[in-house]
C-alpha cells in the first residue's frame, strides 16, 4: 500500500516533526543574519567616512593652493561707464579713471542704387590700413580682392563675398525709400584698423560704374565715411592712455579695464584682496571636517539612554582616525607669522569640531602670505609642510589602495563573503537533514503501515477462530 502522505498511515504529524527538526539545523543563521547586518552597516558607514576623508582633502588641498590667498577683486565706482577684471597677485591699489572717448570702427556707406540692380564688372581690393594722418597709410594684412560679375552680382551678392573673406571688413546692405546702399564696417575699433576699397571698373562706359563702391581719400567720390576708426582715450591719475580696443589690457599690469562709455566725472578703480573668496575657501574646509568629525562620533559613540551602539562602536580604525584628525587640528606649522589654526581663528571646540572666529579670521585674511605659508608652505621636511598639504597628504595615505581605511574595507568585505558562506552551509544542512528525516518518518510510517495491516488480520483470524470454536 503507497502511502500518499507522511503519517497518514501512523496518524502522526511528520511534517510538523520535520519542520521543528529542520527549523533547529537553521537556528545559527539567525546569529549569521544579525552579523551580516552589522557587516554591511559598517561597510556602508566606511564607505561614507573615506568619501568624507577624500572631500576633507580637497578642501585642504584648495587651502594650500597657491593662489587660495592671492585672490583679488577689482570694483568700479561706475560700473555702467567702466568695468573691472584682475588677475590673481596683483597688487591691491586705488585709481581714479576717466573716459574720454570710446574706440570706433570704422564705417563707410555707398550712395543708394536701385534695388537689385547690378554694379558692373572689375574687381574691388579692399585693404586694411591707418587714415589718421588724413592719407592712407597700408598695413601689414595682406587685402582681399572681391569679383564682381557683370549681370550677376548685386549689392546683396557683393557684401556676401565680403563677409566670406573674413578679411578684418564686414558687409550689409541697406534698404530705404531711397533704394539700398552697401554699408561697410571694420572688424575691429581702433584707427589703425581702417581700410581702403580701390575699384577697377572692367567696363566704365556701361553706365554701372563699380568706383560708386570705392573707398579711396576721405573727401572723395564713391562711398563715403560715416564713422572714422579711433582708439579709445582714457585718463588713469590724470595721464591720458589710448587704445585700439575698448577693453584695455596692458596698460595696468593684471588689471583689464572694460570702457563702456565716457564719463563726466573720475571712476574710483579699486583693487583689493578678495576675502570673500578666501573666506569661502575657509568656510570649505571648516564644513567638510565638521561633516567627517559628526560622522565619526556618531558612529563610535555607545548612547547610554538608548542602549543603543555606533555601527563602528569600538571599531579601532575608526577611534584611531578620529584621535588622529584631532590630534593634527592642533599641529604646528613653523616659520611663519601663524602657526596654528587657532592663530587664524579656527577654533576646535570641545566637542572636537572646528568653530570660525570671524574677527580673527578676517584679521588674518589682511595677511594673505602668512596665510599661504601656514596652509601651502611645501618642504620635503613633512613636519615643516603647510598645514594643508599635511591634511591632504594624510588623506590620500588614508584612502590609497594601502591605507588604513581601504584595508579595514576589504577586511569587512571578506568577512560579508565568509559570513554568506556560513550561511549557505547551514542552509545546506538543513537541507540534507529534511531530506533524511522524512525518508526516515517514511520508512517509520511505512512500518507502521505493515504491522496495522497485520494486527488487522490477526484480529480477523482471532474473531473467526472465536466464531468456528462455539
Keep these: 500500500m503507497a502511502i500518499s502522505s507522511p503519517g497518514l498511515a501512523s496518524g502522526i504529524d511528520v511534517k510538523s516533526i520535520?519542520?521543528?527538526?529542520?527549523?533547529?539545523?537553521?537556528?545559527p543563521l539567525a546569529q549569521l543574519q544579525t552579523q551580516a547586518s552589522g557587516f554591511q552597516a559598517k561597510l556602508s558607514v566606511l564607505g561614507s567616512i573615506t568619501s568624507m576623508v577624500s572631500g576633507l582633502g580637497d578642501a585642504a588641498a584648495r587651502l594650500a593652493a597657491a593662489n587660495t590667498f592671492t585672490q583679488v577683486k577689482g570694483t568700479s565706482s561706475q560700473a555702467d561707464a567702466v568695468s573691472v577684471s584682475v588677475a590673481d597677485s596683483t597688487a591691491p591699489t586705488t585709481l581714479a579713471l576717466d573716459v574720454v572717448s570710446l574706440a570706433q570702427a570704422q564705417s563707410t556707406a555707398s550712395a543708394a542704387v536701385p534695388v537689385g540692380s547690378g554694379m558692373g564688372a572689375g574687381?574691388?581690393?579692399?585693404?586694411?590700413?591707418?587714415?589718421?594722418?588724413?592719407?592712407?597709410?597700408?598695413?601689414?594684412a595682406t587685402p582681399m580682392t572681391i569679383n564682381v560679375v557683370e549681370g550677376k552680382d548685386k549689392l546683396t551678392d557683393i557684401a556676401a563675398q565680403i563677409n566670406a573673406a573674413k578679411g578684418g571688413v564686414t558687409a550689409t546692405v541697406l534698404r530705404d525709400a531711397s533704394g539700398e546702399r552697401l554699408l561697410m564696417r571694420s572688424r575691429d575699433t581702433g584707427k589703425a584698423l581702417g581700410y581702403q576699397v580701390a575699384a577697377a571698373d572692367g567696363d566704365a562706359t556701361d553706365g554701372k560704374d563699380l568706383g560708386r563702391l570705392a573707398f579711396t581719400s576721405l573727401s572723395g567720390s564713391g562711398m563715403s565715411l560715416t564713422q572714422a576708426g579711433l582708439n579709445a582715450v582714457a585718463k588713469v591719475n590724470g595721464v591720458t592712455i589710448e587704445s585700439a580696443s575698448n577693453t584695455v589690457k596692458d596698460a595696468l599690469p593684471g588689471i583689464t579695464l572694460n570702457l563702456l562709455k565716457p564719463t563726466t566725472?573720475?571712476?574710483?578703480?579699486?583693487?583689493?584682496?578678495?576675502?570673500?573668496?578666501?573666506?569661502?575657501?575657509v568656510q570649505g574646509f571648516?564644513?567638510?571636517?565638521?561633516?567627517?568629525?559628526?560622522?565619526?562620533?556618531?558612529?563610535?559613540?555607545?548612547?547610554?539612554?538608548t542602549k543603543t551602539r555606533g555601527s563602528l562602536q569600538g571599531d579601532s580604525t575608526a577611534v584611531g582616525l578620529q584621535r588622529a584628525l584631532r590630534s593634527m587640528m592642533r599641529?604646528?606649522?613653523?616659520?611663519?607669522?601663524?602657526?596654528?589654526?587657532?592663530?587664524?581663528?579656527?577654533?576646535?571646540?570641545?566637542?572636537?569640531k572646528l568653530s570660525i572666529n570671524s574677527s580673527k579670521l578676517d584679521a588674518a585674511l589682511d595677511q594673505p602670505a602668512e596665510m599661504t605659508r601656514l596652509f601651502g608652505a611645501d618642504s620635503d621636511n613633512p613636519t615643516l609642510k603647510g598645514f594643508g598639504f599635511k591634511l591632504d597628504n594624510f588623506a590620500d595615505g588614508l584612502v590609497a589602495a594601502d591605507g588604513s581605511l581601504s584595508a579595514r574595507t576589504s577586511s569587512l568585505r571578506s568577512a560579508i563573503q565568509r559570513n554568506s558562506k556560513e550561511m549557505d552551509k547551514v542552509n545546506d544542512r538543513a537541507s540534507r537533514a529534511e531530506t533524511r528525516y522524512l525518508a526516515q518518518y517514511?520508512?517509520?510510517?511505512?512500518?507502521?503501515?505493515?504491522?496495522?495491516?497485520?494486527?488487522?488480520?490477526?484480529?480477523?483470524?482471532?474473531?473467526?477462530?472465536?466464531?468456528?470454536?462455539?
Design 18 to 27: 520535520v519542520s521543528q527538526l529542520v527549523a533547529l539545523e537553521r537556528a
Design 265 to 281: 566725472s573720475s571712476a574710483t578703480i579699486t583693487v583689493s584682496n578678495d576675502k570673500d573668496s578666501m573666506r569661502k575657501a
Design 331 to 352: 599641529s604646528e606649522t613653523p616659520g611663519g607669522a601663524f602657526t596654528r589654526l587657532s592663530d587664524v581663528g579656527l577654533e576646535i571646540k570641545a566637542d572636537g
Design 286 to 305: 571648516v564644513d567638510a571636517y565638521n561633516t567627517l568629525s559628526d560622522m565619526l562620533a556618531t558612529s563610535t559613540k555607545y548612547d547610554a539612554d
Design 123 to 140: 574687381t574691388l581690393t579692399i585693404t586694411l590700413g591707418d587714415w589718421s594722418s588724413g592719407s592712407f597709410a597700408a598695413g601689414s
Design 442 to 470: 517514511n520508512a517509520m510510517d511505512a512500518a507502521v503501515a505493515k504491522f496495522s495491516s497485520l494486527n488487522a488480520y490477526v484480529a480477523q483470524q482471532i474473531t473467526l477462530w472465536n466464531k468456528n470454536s462455539g
